[in-house]
């Protein structure tokens, strides 16, 4: 039994997966091929809630933070309201897949969780691409540091925390934000 690889391909199937991998590489197809390869994931892959024993409590504090309108202003933690709190950049293909998911779940309870989408590029990079996308989810930069429980060299990040500020959910890739598991 010869395995797949080594049976005899078309030469059409090698043109049409060259030319996908060209467009991999090409910087301005590139981007959204992986977007879309990544909204793909996130039709089924929805962040799952940490077991109760796994779950860790971070103590509660006030983030300091920069709006679009380089203000300072301060987002509690853990202090009586849930918090959604994600790491996030305009340049990240799993990002952008899941903002989606985000704005939806945004739309449908940004009165009741506090919304807090975290980015290091400059302002005018994250609000012409927020602008651009017709997002409305806050988004926000950093003038202090989070707690270690919160830190993480990947993005996206994603946290779902309580609001005696237990992490529920801690989520790393584009994932759908917007499932029913996620509302439950």
Known sequence: MKLFFFRKRSK??????????????????????????????????????S?????????SFDYSLRNLDENIVTQPIGKGKITFLGFWATWCAPCIAELPSIEAL??????????????HEPPRVVNDFIMEKGFEVPVYFPASTVPKALQSSSIPTNYLIDSEGVIIIKETGAANWNSENVRE
């Open 51 to 59: 077991n109760t024993g796994e779950r860790t409590k971070i103590s």
């Open 12 to 49: 059409w199937f090698d043109f049409l997966l060259g030319i996908f991998i060209l467009l991999l590489i090409i910087p301005k197809t590139g981007q959204p091929i992986r977007i879309g390869m990544n909204r793909l994931k996130t039709f089924v892959w929805s962040p799952s809630i």
């Open 106 to 119: 945004f739309n449908d309870y940004g009165q009741d969780i506090n919304f807090v989408l975290v980015t």
